[in-house]
């Protein structure tokens, strides 16, 4: 039990569609965030939410979209993607914007 | 350009022995340094940190090291156990923008018996 779970563990989708990409964490956490594996490149940092505001927007594209609903929940909603997308979508939080992150186990996400 | 380098991606140990993972960054602004853990089809995992007024910091079979005027810190894992088997990333961060952390790209370690 890792205290940060992400759904779904794996995605395939079009690149017309739309989904989201869902993340819990039951550590009390006040700091989520959104990180991109790709292969055989370091993690890549997408989003941090602090307090349920957005403090850190890594010169994302458009076609993804996060929202955090409050401090236990962070959304990655997807529109639109493109093949360079395929990747490992990572979440993690932190007791601060300070301290260390805990991951999630990610979702492998395939962009036909 | 990568701020945060492990120009080792891989390194294979003896069971028993010392293992030695090593990161170098080039960002002077860095104060606060991690190292995590992964395996396969599992999230990171942090084993342990360091901030820039220390040059040491021990936690059990590991020690971290910070040489700052090399700019360069590595992971010591005594004794290597099979366990240990993993990819370890090096990360890095300042306190100005504390949540903004700048990982490596990894070294597998491989601990063969």
């Known amino acids: 039990e890792t205290g940060v779970t992400q759904t779904p563990r794996h995605l395939v989708m079009g690149m017309t569609n739309k989904k989201s990409l869902k993340c819990e964490q039951h550590l009390g956490h006040n700091a989520m965030y959104w990180y991109k594996q790709s292969a055989k490149k370091p993690l890549e940092l997408m989003f941090v939410?602090?307090?349920?505001?957005?403090?850190e927007n890594n010169s994302v594209p458009s076609r993804f979209s996060p929202e955090c609903p409050n401090s236990s929940h962070l959304f990655l909603h997807l529109h639109t993607l493109q093949p360079e997308d395929s990747a490992l979508y990572l979440c993690?939080?932190?007791?601060?914007?300070?301290?260390?992150?805990?991951f999630g186990d990610g979702t492998r996400l395939s962009i036909l | 350009d990568q701020q945060v380098k492990q120009n080792s991606p891989s390194l294979s140990v003896q069971e028993g022995r010392i293992s030695i993972l090593n990161c170098d960054y080039t960002?002077?602004?860095?104060?606060?340094f991690l190292w995590y853990k992964k395996y396969p089809a599992e999230g990171p995992t942090f084993l342990i940190s360091?901030?820039?007024?220390?040059d040491k910091n021990e936690d059990g079979r590991f020690t971290v090291f910070l040489n700052k005027s090399a700019k360069h810190l590595s992971l010591h894992i005594v004794p290597s156990q099979p366990g240990d088997s993993a990819v370890y990333f090096c990360?890095?961060?300042?306190?100005?923008?504390?949540?903004?952390?700048?990982f490596g790209s990894g070294t597998r370690l491989s601990i063969r018996p």
């Open positions: 993690a939080s932190s007791r601060t914007a300070l301290g260390p992150q805990h």
């Open positions: 360091i901030s820039s007024i220390k």
């Open positions: 990360a890095a961060s300042g306190y100005s923008s504390a949540s903004k952390i700048i």
């Open positions: 960002n002077s602004m860095f104060d606060y």
């Open positions: 939410y602090s307090l349920e505001e957005r403090v």
